[in-house]
């Protein structure tokens, strides 16, 4: 049995705790029991208290700050609260049909839908938010298409399994192009790299190019350069928007701008519903005091990419999960019916 279920917890443990995660949340610092029993008008003896104090510590639920001073929850008592103790917000809903309609007027591609959700985000629960346009290990490649529009300037459509398109316009310099040559490297990729996921075109691509035979051989450079290309449009649309709590904009730290930041959202991009991580759960030590809230947004039930928020352990669990779950729904929904017309 796994303390973690809650289950090593009487029903008056429990519900202290929950008062007192609550509690610890909204004012962040550390809570004694005279304290919490003024504060709820408990109808519970001062020396019962003290005991239930005192047995959630030795459960590991709690912690002294100092000698005489109140108690913190650990990183097994945010966990209990959020698994078994919490109560979501019932008044999101409200919000966010207002952030419906502002998403529908300023809809534009998917880049403007990850900026702007981040800003909601972050806006909203008052914590740092991110967004992730397109996870590569979920979404399949249903073709690419490229289009000559000057001539060294490329079109290119890439069609994914969601239904998304992404598309970019790039230049090819160092080699002469026509359409009957652009139309050979794009049967050439299709053959290859249709039907795979994002990750796994690369390597595709690779290996196939090893075997360029006939007309396209004597093409090379020009293969090569719209394959690097392409490569730069995916990772381009796997950008990760990073949004600081309001006001805050210079307190970003090295770590959460970092590589190891970016490394360990993209981690949670396979994670396919809303989840919690606390402190020690993300495995890095300069977040062991944060919880990192992750829910993915989908197109046509398609995992597709994420949404998150990154702030303290004594955050307001309540209302930052209901509403990034919510959040992600409604931009599933809306994005949805929206992306037929970036075709």
């Known amino acids: 049995m796994n303390k973690r279920d809650g289950q090593f917890l009487n ?3 429990k519900f202290v705790l929950q ?54 929850p650990t990183d097994l008592a945010f966990r209990s609260y959020v698994d078994h ?7 999101i809903q409200i919000e966010l ?6 998403l529908d007027e300023s809809m534009v591609d998917l880049e403007n839908v990850m900026v702007f959700s981040s800003k909601m985000i972050s806006k909203f629960t008052n914590e740092m938010a991110f967004s992730l346009g397109v996870t590569v290990d979920t979404q399949k490649l249903k073709g690419v298409h490229f ?21 970019k316009i790039f230049f090819i310099s160092d080699a ?39 007309e396209l051989k004597k093409y090379d450079k020009v293969v090569k350069g719209l394959l690097g290309k392409l490569g730069t449009v995916i990772t381009e649309f796997q950008r990760i928007h990073l949004e600081p709590i309001p006001g805050h904009e210079g307190q970003l730290s090295e770590f959460n701008t970092g590589d190891r930041m970016k490394e360990l959202i993209l981690k949670f991009s396979a994670l396919d519903s809303t989840r919690i991580f606390i402190g020690q759960e993300l495995g890095e030590e300069e977040l062991k005091e944060m919880t990192i809230i992750t829910s993915p947004f989908k197109i046509n039930d398609e995992r597709t990419g994420l949404f998150g928020i990154v702030g303290p352990k004594a955050m307001y669990y309540d209302f930052n999960i209901d509403f990034l779950r919510k959040f992600s729904q409604m931009v599933s929904d809306v994005i949805s019916e929206k992306f037929k017309s970036w075709r």
């Open 147 to 167: 289009n000559q529009i000057a001539p060294n300037q490329i079109l290119a459509l890439i069609y994914l399994s969601s239904g998304l398109v992404l598309d």
């Open 97 to 102: 049909r207002n952030l419906k309609g502002e």
């Open 176 to 214: 002469a192009i026509d359409r009957r040559i652009l139309k050979m490297v794009e049967g050439f990729i299709n053959d290859a790299a249709k039907g795979r996921n994002l990750s796994e075109i690369e390597e595709a691509l690779k290996e196939r190019f090893k075997e360029l035979k006939g």
């Open 85 to 91: 103790l919490l109560h979501l917000n019932q008044f």
């Open 11 to 13: 029903e008056r443990e």
């Open 19 to 72: 008062i007192l995660v609550k509690e610890y949340c909204r004012v962040k610092t550390p809570v004694g029991s005279t304290y919490l029993k003024k504060r709820f008008n408990l109808d519970i003896s001062s020396a019962t208290l003290r005991n239930v104090f005192a047995a959630l510590e030795e459960k590991g639920y709690l912690f002294k700050a100092h000698t005489s001073g109140g108690r913190i």
